[in-house]
């Protein structure tokens, strides 16, 4: 190793101690405490509106064994499963649109000793704001019932 190797590592190393900021606890724990609220927040709007959405389904698309077996084929059925699935992805848009709708009430706070370049808490920039696709799949696919015993029913119907 050469000298200018060492003189490098050197400079990397020390920085001068008078410029660090101290590690600011109380605005770190008042910004991470208003992101778990801002998470639980959208978890039950984006839940209420899956809740809803699913009711709607259950009741328009019935499901009853005895009329699927004479009316309609194994065919007829897989085509109504299919159109059963893209509604569902049409109501996830739908969820995830009206979840963006509804103002956070903590939206721009700027917590406890907060520096004076920070402009307050952005709800925009929190993940599952831009993604509760996932939230609502989960609560949509959870709460159709009809729809679990239709595919069940689907996989059992012989060729």
């Known amino acids: 190793m050469n000298n200018k190797d060492i003189s490098i590592e050197n400079n990397v190393d020390s920085v001068d101690e008078s410029q660090k900021e101290p590690f600011n606890w109380r605005h770190e724990f008042s910004i991470r405490s208003i992101k778990i609220m801002d998470i639980a927040f959208i978890c039950v709007i984006a839940s209420i509106f ?26 007829k059925l897989g085509g109504m499963l299919l159109l059963e699935f893209a509604l569902l992805g049409i109501s996830f848009y739908i969820i995830r649109v009206i979840v963006r709708l509804v103002p956070f009430p903590l939206d721009g706070v700027k917590g406890w000793n907060a520096p004076p370049d920070f402009k307050g808490y952005d709800h925009c920039k929190l993940k599952e704001y831009n993604s509760p696709f996932v939230i609502s799949l989960v609560m949509l696919l959870m709460l159709q019932d009809i729809l679990k015993q239709k595919i069940l029913f689907f996989t059992r119907l012989p060729n």
């Open 50 to 75: 899956s809740y809803i959405f699913s009711l709607g389904f259950n009741n328009i698309f019935s499901f009853n064994k005895d009329n699927y077996i004479k009316s309609c084929g194994k065919a």
